[in-house]
């Protein structure tokens, strides 16, 4: 064993010559825009999240900026969201011209619910939880805070596809939610594209529009909008990629419960908790370790495409500078960053793989004991 790759596109895309016939009924039919590819995987895509609506757009990013634009927010508003998110949640919220305000995580690596209290101002619009990893943020008591300062809730969904806490799909509680389907996302397309879904009929009817130039058909335009369409081929690589997401999700499940047993006998490494409220789907799989650069270090000589989610802190990177935070504020995250490291998962990762992964650990920690 010489090398554990990080990435299982090439394996996830060796046979693709059903998604290729889909193309080509799409190059005969001229139907690029909008069309019935887009409408077919919406369709699947809102049935599959148990949603009344879906609304197909450009990137992730986009899917979190054009509800929180339909709720209204603009220069001068506040939108709460999580320190330690990536940073296409910021940059959704400060496209609109809003300024991210940001709350503390903890161990699941989504927002601390208790702390959003205090981060709330007369200017707050609306809150952004961000589901990371594959994990579940505590919704019902973020809900709960929102509903009694009458504040909308935007999921940030883009690492949590079909992800569950107590049997409620990730996505599924606020307003709306956004989905990514980037390539390191659990859909993957070949580029970039995005996915809304809501239960609310106006909201949807604005998001509809907002994506389309804010047109309400070909002649009127009833609002000012954007150009962040899904794209008909990527809406065809989404289709049947959506086809095997079961199978994806238990992939990733199994590989995940392999690490966890193999890594339980190792006290430098901390797992952390899985509770048994959450369907994880572990987009990433994160442990805590202590020497952790060292062991980084020595994974990737072993030719283990390891890596850490995030080794900056958003809040601390140069491009947010603007917001005034500083190193120190938000120690969770500050901790995360130190003693995070990310093994390979996904449904395409052979046993034999992840054995080398687990045995190359064992040896850098039993090799430091000695
Ligand atoms: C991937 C991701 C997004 C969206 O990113 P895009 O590249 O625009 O698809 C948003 N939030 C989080 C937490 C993400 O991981």
């Given at each position: 064993m010489n090398k554990v790759r990080y990435s299982p596109l090439p394996q996830q895309f060796a046979d693709v010559d059903a998604v290729f016939d889909g193309i080509r009924e799409l190059v005969a039919s001229g139907d690029f825009t909008l069309g019935k590819a887009v409408g077919e995987f919406e369709l699947a895509f809102a049935e599959k999240m148990g949603m009344k609506h879906a609304s197909g757009v450009g990137s992730g990013t986009d899917s979190l900026k054009l509800p929180l634009k339909a709720l209204g927010?603009?220069?001068?508003d506040e939108v709460i969201t999580c320190a330690?998110?990536?940073?296409a949640t910021v940059g959704a919220i400060n496209e609109l011209g809003a300024r991210p305000v940001f709350v503390d995580c903890d161990d699941t690596f989504c927002l601390r619910a208790e702390e959003i209290e205090a981060a709330i101002t007369p200017r707050t619009k609306a809150i952004m939880p961000v589901h990371l990893t594959g994990e579940v943020a505590n919704m019902p008591a973020i809900m709960e805070i929102a509903t009694r300062h009458g504040l909308p809730v935007v999921e940030d969904a883009c690492q949590s596809m079909m992800s569950e806490l107590d049997g409620k799909k990730?996505?599924?509680?606020?307003i709306a939610a956004g989905f990514s389907m980037h390539?390191?996302?659990?859909?993957?397309?070949?580029g970039d594209a995005g996915i809304i879904v809501t239960d609310d009929d106006a909201m949807n009817a604005n998001l509809r529009m907002l994506r389309n130039h804010g047109l309400a058909n070909r002649d009127e335009v009833k609002i000012l909008g954007y150009n962040t369409r899904l794209d008909s081929l990527q809406a065809i690589v989404g289709s049947w990629m959506l086809g095997q997401i079961d199978e994806i999700v238990a992939g990733r499940r199994e590989a995940a419960a392999f690490y966890d047993r193999g890594f339980a006998?190792?006290?430098?490494l901390r797992i952390p908790e899985r509770r048994q409220s959450v369907l994880h789907t572990y987009l990433l799989y994160i442990v805590f370790a202590e020497e952790r650069d060292a062991l980084l270090e020595h994974c990737l000589q072993s030719g283990i495409e390891a890596k850490i989610h995030?080794?900056?802190?958003l809040y601390q990177q140069e491009g947010l500078a603007r917001f005034g935070y500083r190193a120190g504020d938000f120690p969770t995250t500050d901790r995360h960053a130190r003693e995070m490291i990310t093994f390979p998962v996904d449904s395409y990762l052979s046993r034999a793989e992840q054995e080398h992964v687990i045995g190359t650990v064992r040896s850098f920690y039993e090799s430091r004991r000695t």
């Open positions: 927010v603009g220069p001068g330690n998110t990536f940073i990730a996505g599924s509680w606020g390539p390191l996302k659990l859909i993957n397309v070949w006998d190792t006290p430098e995030y080794p900056v802190p």
